[in-house]
């Protein structure tokens, strides 16, 4: 048999879409109050019962104007205006689709793994002020004060790849919890000094035809499924005394796909690095329990000592890129070497130098398989379900400060839309 390049194939056309048109809206919130101060919240509320319409939340983004009230310059972190949320809660009519907090610490997380300090610098810090160092944009506090952000709702279940209709009965409530100044900005300005104004969720709708929507409503045999990438959180203390850690994490899904772990220092300076300096600390090894089994069954190890320059962090890395799909992919972006690097022991935040980007990222999936937020490939995670989730972790030396170490379960839920009802059904 004989073939030839696609490129010599002249009979095949893309398919004309079917009956359909894009909308541009803009929400503004539902507690609307003219401008919003750090620690507090902005509320969006979608519209339902309307007619054939889904949302693309993939294409949508939360814009809004950040002033600097304050007699000082203040300075976003690396990961930009983003690292100012600390809580994002999904509401689908009585249930919660998604709460998870300190969510900032896992969006810098991810932003190290899967960005590059090329994007960081360039369309991150133009879009929502990010940067490829340890700070971000600076907001002066003389002229040009303020700074207009536009970010997408990234790491939610919203980001799955499929269109969310909006044809149901029960409204989807978005809950933007803000974090504190000291927490999540450089610089001396309290809470009040910084607002936030302009406030609105950009969204484009697509709007199908009746004989299309017909058409998706028999093929969807009643009910419309979507699988969602979504997590929980779960934060320990580790002390300064501490050589050890075993956390019980209170994990309970069907599908627990893999496990992140960040250890941050406990006290906050405001005119340091918090949210995004990560330490490695002395790690000797760690793993996790569920239902008494282990996982990794051998222990994932790291060289326990101080010095930065004898490959600390090597073993973690490989696995949290194994979880990534990217332990082959030589072009793969990260900036976890930005600052002062995956293996820097305990920084103080204060400089570039002295802030860590160590992470661990535990894959849990049994077939590996192309996934992500994007397409969720196979269900293949661990059910733990009634089952007691444990953490271990050892340090071959106590750390300097006191430490909480933040662990975030990545694991895929179904919501289900019934087409008789209109109503939602959540299951984890």
Sequence with gaps: MSASTKRLDYNSVPPRATSSRAIRNEIVPTNSQGSYTMNSQIIFDLPANLNNTFCDFQSSYVKATVTNGDGADIKFHGGGFPTCI????????GQTLFSCDNWNTLYEMMLSLDTSASFRNNAGQRLFGAGGDFDGATITHTTNNSRDVCFPLVLTPLMA???????????????????????SLLGAATDAEVTISNVSLVTYSLELGNDVMA?????SGG???????????????LSNSATSLVATLGFSMSSLNRILIAQTRQTAVAANNHIGNRSRL?????????????YPMRDVQDVGVAATTTGAGAEPFAEALISQRALC?????????????????????????ATGSFLIDLDLESQRVAGGESSLGLVAGVNCVGQVVQLTMEYAAAATNNHVVDVFGEHTILCSLDLNTLTWSIAI
């Excluded at 002395?282 to 282990?294: D, Q």
């Excluded at 992919?329 to 130098?353: K, P, R």
């Design 329 to 353: 992919a030589w072009t793969h972006d990260s900036s976890i070497q930005a600052d002062g690097g995956f293996a820097i022991l305990e920084g103080a935040g204060n400089t570039s130098a």
């Design 86 to 93: 600390k809580q994002i809660v999904l509401e689908l009519g």
């Design 282 to 294: 002395r790690l000797n090894r760690f793993f996790v329990t569920i239902g008494g089994v282990k």
């Design 215 to 219: 058409m998706v409503a028999a093929n």
């Design 223 to 237: 009910q419309m499924k979507i699988a969602m990438p979504s997590y929980q959180h779960h934060q320990a203390s």
């Design 161 to 183: 790849n499929r269109y969310f209709p909006l044809i149901g009965r029960d409204r989807l409530r978005i809950r933007l919890i803000l974090d504190t100044s000291a927490r």
